[in-house]
């Protein structure tokens, strides 16, 4: 693993830990398909709450949200359509949420963009 592996990782068991204070159920984590991959798919009461998480040691690049481009939802997107199709729960509350960490210190970003 590389550092930035290594701090990706770190990143979400602090996002997990964070989640979990916030009475989150967490239904997967690192969530592989043929569309992408998602971070963490959780429950938020009736909601399923896909998140995407980003961590960064300094601003050096930007904020860790502003990694998460069009691009990028996009795949998150189809992703997250796709979990739910797989599990029959096309008629279910959905969102995407980003959890920014920088410095340690977490932002939760809540229907950070609407879709699906």
Known sequence: ???NQILG????IMAQQYLKKQKYKLLEK?????MGELDI????KDTIV???????TSQKY???CEAVNFTKRQKIEKSAKYY????????????FDVIEILDNKINHIINA???L
């Open 84 to 95: 739910l199709n797989l599990h029959n729960m096309n008629n279910c509350n959905a969102r």
């Open 1 to 3: 693993m590389n550092d």
């Open 62 to 64: 930007g904020l860790p």
């Open 9 to 12: 990782l770190n990143g979400e």
């Open 50 to 56: 896909f998140i995407e998480v980003k961590t960064r």
């Open 30 to 34: 690192n969530y592989r398909c043929p």
């Open 113 to 115: 963009w609407e879709t």
């Open 41 to 44: 798919i959780s429950k938020d």
